[in-house]
T-cell receptor, first 112, second 113 residues
Framework: DGGITQSPKYLFRKEGQNVTLSCEQNLNHDAMYWYRQDPGQGLRLIYYSQIVNDFQKGDIAEGYSVSREKKESFPLTVTSAQKNPTAFYLC???????????FGPGTRLTVL | KNEVEQSPQNLTAQEGEFITINCSYSVGISALHWLQQHPGGGIVSLFMLSSGKKKHGRLIATINIQEKHSSLHITASHPRDSAVYICAVRSGRSGGGADGLTFGKGTHLIIQP
C-alpha cells in the first residue's frame, strides 16, 4: 500500500530530553514537510525538504532539526531547546510546487 | 503574509442538512486546498482548486478569485462527515515554506443523527 507512515502515534518524554519522530513515505514524492498543530491554531510549517540531502526552515524551526538522507524518510528531532514541545506533529509529502500534499496519521508528543 | 479566515469555527447540524463552510483570504493566491481532519488526527486532502468549482460525491468546493473567497458544501450530510475542515492557500510567494501554504484554523463540524 502506498502512503505515509508516522511512528509512534503517541509519545511521552521528560523535559530536557531530545526525541525523534519518524516519517516514511513510499509515494516516490520528492517533497516532504513537517507541521505542528496546536489547539485552536492552524498548522504551522516547521521544516520542509524538496529533495534528498536538502532541507529548509519553515515558520517555526527553532528547537527542531531534521535530516533527509533518503527520499523515503524525513525524521524530525525535537530538541530540549524547543520551549513548548507538547503538540500534534504531522508529516506530509507531495510533488511540490503547490501540488496536493498527502498527510501522515500524526504523532502526539507530550513532554512531562 | 496571507491571512486565512474560516467560518464558522464550530457547526452542529442534523443529518441530511446542507452544510456550507467558508474560507476567506487576504492576498491573491495560486491555489486553495480543502482538507479534512478526523478525530484521530489524520488529514485527507479533499480538493485543490484555483478557479471555478469542483465536485466529488456529496462534496462541492467553489472559489471566487475576485472576492478572495471559497466555500465547501456538503449535501445530504451524514454523521460520518463529522470532522474538522481546514482551508489552506498558496500565495504566489513563499510565506509558509516550499509551497507557501497558509492554513486556516479549521471548522469543527458535528452532524447529529
Amino acid at each position: 500500500d502506498g502512503g505515509i507512515t508516522q511512528s509512534p502515534k503517541y509519545l511521552f518524554r521528560k523535559e530536557g530530553q531530545n526525541v525523534t519522530l519518524s516519517c516514511e513515505q513510499n509515494l516516490n514524492h520528492d517533497a516532504m514537510y513537517w507541521y505542528r498543530q496546536d489547539p485552536g491554531q492552524g498548522l504551522r510549517l516547521i521544516y520542509y525538504s524538496q529533495i534528498v540531502n536538502d532541507f529548509q526552515k519553515g515558520d517555526i524551526a527553532e528547537g527542531y532539526s531534521v535530516s533527509r538522507e533518503k527520499k523515503e524518510s524525513f525524521p524530525l528531532t525535537v530538541t530540549s531547546a524547543q520551549k513548548n514541545p507538547t503538540a500534534f506533529y504531522l508529516c506530509a509529502s507531495g510533488l511540490g510546487n503547490a501540488n496536493e500534499q498527502f498527510f501522515g496519521p500524526g504523532t502526539r508528543l507530550t513532554v512531562l | 503574509k496571507n491571512e486565512v479566515e474560516q467560518s464558522p469555527q464550530n457547526l452542529t447540524a442534523q443529518e441530511g442538512e446542507f452544510i456550507t463552510i467558508n474560507c476567506s483570504y487576504s492576498v491573491g493566491i495560486s491555489a486553495l486546498h480543502w482538507l479534512q481532519q478526523h478525530p484521530g488526527g489524520g488529514i485527507v486532502s479533499l480538493f485543490m482548486l484555483s478557479s471555478g468549482k469542483k465536485k466529488h460525491g456529496r462534496l462541492i468546493a467553489t472559489i471566487n478569485i475576485q472576492e478572495k473567497h471559497s466555500s465547501l458544501h456538503i449535501t445530504a450530510s451524514h454523521p460520518r462527515d463529522s470532522a474538522v475542515y481546514i482551508c489552506a492557500v498558496r500565495s504566489g510567494r513563499s510565506g509558509g515554506g516550499a509551497d507557501g501554504l497558509t492554513f486556516g484554523k479549521g471548522t469543527h463540524l458535528i452532524i447529529q443523527p
